[in-house]
């Protein structure tokens, strides 16, 4: 597929080793669909042929990661990986401090605890799972002053991820700033469908923090996916490199909070990092009772190396191209099938829009749990429900939220999937689209009390 100067794409690296795939019938998937209680959570790996259920920690590494891991200096204290990485993400990030933790959840436990106080408000653009809920577990109320048309899966603004500065402006009017312990900006808002910020806006938003002393601390999960949007779509900055957009983003702000398993291309990790000497002692001080000694916090120090080598990496050009790329391929062939999906084409996943696409289905039939098991039935694709099951039960009236998006969202894993996978997908997307009218909901045969959506199980309706 063709970019904007008229040349196509292709993947910035050739396979060396392959992990071989089970080819199942329809039968076989009969069965371990029925048995998984139709979720895709509960399905096993081996049954799966292509397996689209997020892009967190399954990405490939390359070769040099690999080597890295042979490099692992494995000493309790002071390791030569820590060095490695703190002197990469001092480098591209440009923070002055560094706290490894076993993943994104971990660096977030730390960040909370340490900077919110029980009443405080901590406005972010768009929740995420884990990182609303330690808010919270410190004592914290999630405010979400994400722009309005973040919440409308038509709108096609390029910069959805952007934060409303009025919404701040009216949250600090209503419980005053000094209640405001920080700002929580995640880039490519995974909510949202993977949607990106603007300099402009964090430059905005900046200058607001700076009048009011609140820190901005950046979920950097995917944040140089961020940058190649702002790059691509941001006037004054198509001839800057993304690690100098990176950079500029990270100079903006005053710290972060990071799940390596995504943009840095490792299987597990995560740290935090900051300027502020003070909070920086209380992590490392945190870490060392909750993950692990402060220069390994939680991880191996292989896989610290591939951590700093996946970074490297992560920076290039070439490899967005490809890995947006790889997304924007596969949602621009399921819009041309005339299939519903949330615009515009986002950095990690492709969303479909259930309701459009089963409008025979009423919500409480949870039609993109049925999508996403018809999806599995039809090619052994796994997907992930993100509607009215994950978004749980109203605990004041006890009824499902039936909230206003609808989705099933399709991951992809970094440098893992061939451009015919692609092609593969659209082909049992357009299948199923095809059929639609055909398809029957599911109710709900048992209902965890918590995170539903993980192990809920389902049977077909008559
Ligand atoms: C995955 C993710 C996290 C949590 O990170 P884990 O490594 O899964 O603990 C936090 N924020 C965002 C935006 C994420 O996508």
Known sequence: MKDKTGHSWAEPYKIKMVEL???????????????????????????????????????????RQWAGLMMGDEAYAGSENFYNLQGAIQEYYGYKYLVPTHQGRGAEHLMSQILIKPGDYVPGNMYFTTTRLHQEM??????DVIVDEAHDPASPHPFKGNVDIAKLDRLVAEVGANHIPYISLE????????????????????????????????????????????????????????????REICDLTDGCTMSAKKDLLVNIGGFF???????????????????????????????????????????????????IGQVRYLGVHLRNAGVPIVRPIGSHAIFLDAKMFLPHLDQDQFPAQTLAAELYLEAGIRSMERGNVSAG??????????????????????????????????????????????????EMAYEPEYLRFFQARFQPLE
């Not at 410190?138 to 405010?143: E, K, T």
């Not at 499902?400 to 049992?428: C, F, G, I, K, S």
Request: hydrophobic letters at 40%; a negative charge; aromatic letters at 6%.
């Open 393 to 442: 039960r109203d605990p004041e009236t006890g009824q499902n939220r039936r909230p206003a998006l609808e989705l099933v969202r399709l991951t992809l894993p970094r440098r893992v999937y061939t451009q015919a996978h692609m092609d593969v997908v659209v082909e049992a997307v357009a299948s199923v689209y095809e059929r639609r009218t055909e398809i029957r909901g599911l």
């Open 273 to 323: 990092a900051c300027n502020d000497e003070e909070v920086f002692l209380k992590a490392q001080n945190m870490v060392v009772v909750y993950e692990g000694l402060h220069t390994y916090g939680g991880l191996a120090g292989r896989d610290m190396e591939a951590m700093a080598r996946g970074l490297r990496e992560a920076v290039l050009q070439e490899h967005q191209d490809a890995r």
């Open 21 to 63: 795939l089970r080819m199942t019938t329809r039968e076989e998937r009969e069965q371990a669909i029925r048995e998984a209680g139709y979720n895709t959570f509960l399905l096993r790996s081996r049954d799966v042929y292509i397996d689209l259920l997020t892009d967190s920690g399954t990405s490939a590494m390359s070769d």
């Open 138 to 143: 410190a004592g914290g109320h999630f405010v």
């Open 187 to 246: 880039g490519c808002v995974n909510m949202a469908g993977g949607q990106p910020f603007s300099m402009a806006n964090l430059k905005d938003l900046h200058d607001w923090c700076r009048q009011h002393d609140i820190p901005i601390m950046l979920d950097a999960t995917r944040t140089i996916e961020n940058a190649w949007f702002i790059r691509r779509r941001e006037e004054g900055y198509a001839d800057k490199s993304i690690r100098e957009i990176l």
